[in-house]
């Protein structure tokens, strides 16, 4: 079981008061806060060990190459992948998704297709889009019903022999609905498709065991995971990294350059060119630590509780309305009040001290079949207390009777 009180005291900003008002932080979902271990980390490379890596024989240079390396290896460990070099420290998710979605142009022609879900993330249907206008390959989308869950009856005849690769997301972030991606992964293999997880939204609940999910690719990003922004990784099964093209030319990806021909080097460097976020993939591997520290189990637990008293205290608030009420959900709840623009209640919540995201949340055709124009979403923590969603609740009550 979680010590919530000694968790809080890991994170100093949760310390702060926001407009005169303990800070309420409910933005997860866009961000993680970070504990002071991660915040240490940075602080230590660039007052002890700043170098650039790779590249350097002196001591310093050794020393941050060696560090970045274990994170390296912790983030393998992590989600359990088969080999180091499988896992590509990247910018965050939308970086990996469009090296990935990039290298497929190059592999796509037409009358081959890419299936998406209804419930991508912008940055899971934009490169897409690219790689299809590309290639000539035809776009497909998994539709979604009214609860927010897919819709698989017609998932036979969406994954076929003319798919090249199945891009979905491992779990909603304007929803939180956790999709079925072990099926999507297993029906896709049975007719030769590649698949790609986003799993951006996922990471920061569950902790993803990719051979045993047995995905091709799996994306996330360092800071929803309490990690530095600027961070991310691309797991690739080593047979598909060695496919792809590189996605960016420079110094590290390279073997040999001449003027007639370069070649590439061995995975994992093929696709890190340049200097990376040194410091942030640093104290990515220190978040992970400190979340596995806490365990992933409990922090599922105590997170399903904070959904479900959410859920409960929010459903009190006459013409509130939740957006996405699917059976498997993460601590994510969207919701509206008839009448009233999800903007004008963020903005009045925000005085009181209360942190929630509000808008369409790169979530565009989600809001479109809903109808509505976006939403007020509440997104929890492990850091997060039942007497905060309390004080959520009363502000949002107090929106209500000022906007009415």
């Known amino acids: 079981m979680l010590d919530i009180n000694a968790v809080r005291n890991d994170f100093p900003i949760l310390n702060q008061k926001v407009n005169g008002k303990p800070l309420v932080y409910f933005d997860n979902a866009a961000t993680a806060q970070k504990p002071q271990v991660v915040i240490d ?9 700043n170098a650039n890596i790779h590249r350097g024989v002196h001591t310093l240079s050794q020393l941050a190459t060696d560090a970045y390396e274990e994170a390296r290896k912790k983030v393998q460990h992590h989600i359990n992948a088969k080999e180091d070099k499988e896992i590509i420290l990247t910018a965050g998710t939308t970086f990996g998704i469009n090296l990935v979605a990039n290298g497929f142009g190059t592999l796509l022609k037409a009358g081959d297709e890419v299936l998406i879900s ?17 290639s000539g390959a035809t776009l497909r989308v998994i539709s979604m019903d009214q609860n927010g869950e897919l819709v698989l009856d017609t998932i036979d005849e969406l994954i076929n022999k003319n798919t090249k690769i199945v891009a979905v997301t491992h779990v909603s972030n304007a929803l939180g609905t956790i999709n079925p991606i072990e099926l999507i992964i297993r029906k896709a293999h049975s007719v030769g498709a590649a698949v790609l997880i986003d799993g951006a939204q996922a990471t920061p609940h569950i902790k993803p065991d990719v051979q045993a999910l047995g995905c091709d690719f799996y994306v996330f990003s360092g800071h929803k995971v309490c990690g530095p922004t600027g961070t991310g990784v691309l797991y690739g099964k080593e047979e598909w990294l060695n496919k792809l093209p590189p996605y960016q030319g ?8 001449t003027f007639e021909k370069t ?26 630590d400190y979340m596995n520290g806490i365990g992933f189990d409990n922090i599922a637990a105590y997170e399903h509780e904070l959904l479900e ?6 459903l009190e608030i ?11 959900k993460t601590a994510v709840i969207s919701f509206n009040i008839e009448g009233i623009h999800p903007y004008d209640v963020g903005v009045i919540v925000d005085k009181l001290g209360i942190a929630v995201r509000t808008g369409h949340h790169c979530t565009q055709p989600i809001m479109d079949f809903f109808g509505i124009s976006g939403t007020i979403r509440a ?4 850091y997060n207390t039942k007497e905060e969603i309390d004080i959520m ?7 209500k009777q000022m906007l009415l």
Do not use: D
Not at 41 to 49: L, M, P, T, V
Not at 309 to 314: D, I, M, S, V
């Open 379 to 382: 997104s929890f923590s492990f």
């Open 41 to 49: 980390a940075i602080e230590k490379y660039y007052s002890e060990i």
């Open 309 to 314: 008293y959410g859920t409960k205290r929010l």
């Open 118 to 134: 209804a419930m991508e993330h912008h940055s899971n249907i934009v490169p897409w889009q690219f790689a299809c206008e590309s």
């Open 263 to 288: 070649t590439y080097a061995c995975l994992p460097h093929k696709f890190e060119a340049g200097t990376p976020n040194i410091a942030g993939g640093i104290a990515l591997g220190y978040a992970l």
């Open 318 to 328: 006459e013409g509130l309305k939740i957006i996405g009420t699917a059976k498997h």
């Open 250 to 257: 420079g110094g590290e990806m390279i073997k040999t350059v």
């Open 393 to 399: 609740v009363e502000a949002v009550k107090k929106a």
